[in-house]
């Protein structure tokens, strides 16, 4: 009756390492899209407000009189009569939330898989590193190396 050699198990820490990373990864996928949402309810309630808007006009205005000016750089009138962050907050934040999500999705992925890679080398290095060799192990893989180079010749 033969015996098959069974293969290795896949140590427990490989497993719970894949968990972890999975789970990290996922985190970073939900977590700072969710965090964004809710900031920017906040923060557009506080861009809204008329002092704002009153600060914004003058600083366009400056802009407005500093354009005609000569001299090392000249200054470019913003078109928005809003400001920036706020048509940014209001307008596009599915844009932010796709890429962010497409960035993490991607890059954060490469690197869980590359990790959990070099964690599963390692685990198989140790492995092979901590059974005990037979002697002339070597001996007999050079034998068949050079036997199957002379087969190949002819």
């Given at each position: 009756?033969?015996?098959?050699?069974?293969?290795?198990?896949?140590?427990?820490?490989?497993?719970?390492?894949?968990?972890?990373?999975a789970?990290?990864?996922?985190?970073?996928?939900?977590?700072?899209?969710?965090?964004?949402?809710?900031?920017?309810?906040?923060?557009?309630?506080?861009?809204?407000?008329?002092?704002?808007?009153?600060?914004?006009?003058?600083?366009?205005?400056?802009?407005?009189?500093e354009?005609?000016?000569?001299?090392p750089?000249?200054?470019?009138?913003?078109?928005?009569?809003?400001?920036?962050?706020?048509?940014?907050?209001?307008?596009?934040?599915?844009?932010?939330?796709?890429?962010?999500?497409?960035?993490?999705?991607?890059?954060?992925?490469?690197?869980?898989?590359?990790?959990?890679?070099?964690?599963?080398?390692?685990?198989?290095?140790?492995?092979?590193?901590?059974?005990?060799?037979?002697?002339?192990?070597?001996?007999?893989?050079?034998?068949?190396?050079?036997?199957?180079?002379?087969?190949?010749?002819?």
């Amino acid at each position: 009756m033969r015996t098959q050699a069974r293969a290795p198990r896949r140590p427990r820490l490989l497993g719970l390492a894949g968990a972890v990373i999975a789970a990290l990864w996922c985190g970073l996928l939900i977590g700072p899209p969710v965090a964004f949402v809710r900031w920017r309810e906040g923060r557009l309630a506080e861009l809204t407000a008329p002092a704002v808007q009153a600060n914004w006009d003058g600083f366009r205005a400056a802009m407005q009189r500093e354009s005609g000016r000569t001299g090392p750089v000249q200054r470019k009138v913003p078109k928005s009569a809003e400001p920036p962050e706020l048509v940014w907050l209001r307008d596009y934040p599915a844009l932010a939330v796709t890429a962010w999500v497409a960035f993490v999705g991607i890059l954060g992925g490469f690197v869980g898989l590359l990790a959990l890679g070099m964690l599963r080398e390692a685990a198989a290095r140790s492995a092979a590193e901590n059974q005990p060799r037979r002697e002339g192990d070597d001996e007999e893989q050079h034998q068949r190396d050079a036997e199957h180079t002379e087969q190949r010749r002819h």
